[in-house]
């Protein structure tokens, strides 16, 4: 599903993502481009939270066909303990 805006092709997916920060501490978000998201953090212009714990590397991505539906899942995947967490970045076979 793509959506075409001034002659660019632009996507209409949302993801949920989840870095790995340089402490271990997994940070979750959404973004519907997350290379350019992951290139803000290590830039340190994204989250707070990332800016000093720099570099964070791309550990889990998971396509929604909605913003709503990819913050209704990330803020599930904020409830999840630590330990879940790391289950779930576990369970995605491209990382």
């Known amino acids: 599903m793509e959506e075409r805006r001034s002659g660019s092709v632009k996507t209409a997916f949302w993801y ?13 978000g959404i973004a519907k481009d997350v290379m350019k998201r992951l290139a803000k953090h290590n830039a340190g212009k994204g ?13 889990f991505m998971e396509r929604h066909a ?4 990819a913050l ?15 289950a779930l970045v576990r369970s995605c076979p491209a990382f």
Do not use: H, M, V
């Open 47 to 59: 989250a707070r939270y990332t800016r000093s714990r720099r570099p964070c590397l791309l550990r």
């Open 72 to 86: 209704k899942r990330e803020a599930a995947i904020k409830k999840l303990s630590p330990a879940e967490k790391r």
């Open 66 to 69: 909605s913003r709503s539906s």
């Open 16 to 28: 949920i993502y989840i870095l790995q920060c340089r402490d271990g501490s997994l940070y979750t």
